[in-house]
């Protein structure tokens, strides 16, 4: 093998590592639930919380209008912020994984995507909590991380309709319209309860907060109920929670 033959074999690795991957299980693997196409119901999700600053804000908001929903948090915030997941709970929501610690999963290593896979479940136990969903952060894979999803018996879950609410050029109204123009029943509907500074009201999950101020009240006006992921794909999925984990 000449040179030029290792290194286009270096790239094709890196391509499927980094690439390859995460387009595949965005975009066709059937393992990957995008929207609940046999439900009359809509499903909110939150990621990257929780947050002291916002999370309370929006739980607040749901149990206003009873609204129950999923919150996919990070491992070391949950374990962080204790009481905002038992409350999580005793509200009726459901809780998904999220990562541990919110890496690019595309850069991440087999060990470290195992260990990542590991440690959270560890912080789940804890709390005696049996998680049955997983989202990658950003939506991006590498070719283990729906591997150790399916090990430890989470099933993977993306969504139908992205605000990009995370950006803090994502107005008010943007978000406000991303979901009025495009929801429909079975949609999963992907937003975010927490950012990376926590010290500004601007963007992310402010902007959040006031679009749901906004389109909650319209949604229940058009007649659109929501739900937690538990009821809307819980029947699919046969959770063994740890089972066939590596020691």
Known sequence: MNDY????????IILIH?????LYFRKFSPCVKRKVSNSENIFLTFDDGPSPIYTLEILDLLKKYEIKATFFVIAKKAKEHSDIIY????DGHTLGL?????KNQCLRTYWQTKRDFQKSM???EEFNYQVRYYRAPWGLFNPFTHYYSNKFGLKTVLWSIITSDWNPRANVYRIVNKILNNVSKGDIIVLHDSNHSNNSDNGA????IQALNIVLPILIERGF???TLDKGIGNEVEVSFLSGADA
């Open 98 to 102: 999220h990562s541990n610690s919110h």
């Open 5 to 12: 033959s290792i290194i286009g074999f270096i790239i094709f």
């Open 18 to 22: 980094t690439i390859l991957a995460s």
């Open 205 to 208: 999950p402010g902007n959040t």
């Open 87 to 90: 409350r999580m709970i005793e």
């Open 225 to 227: 109920k929501f739900e």
């Open 122 to 124: 560890e912080v789940f």
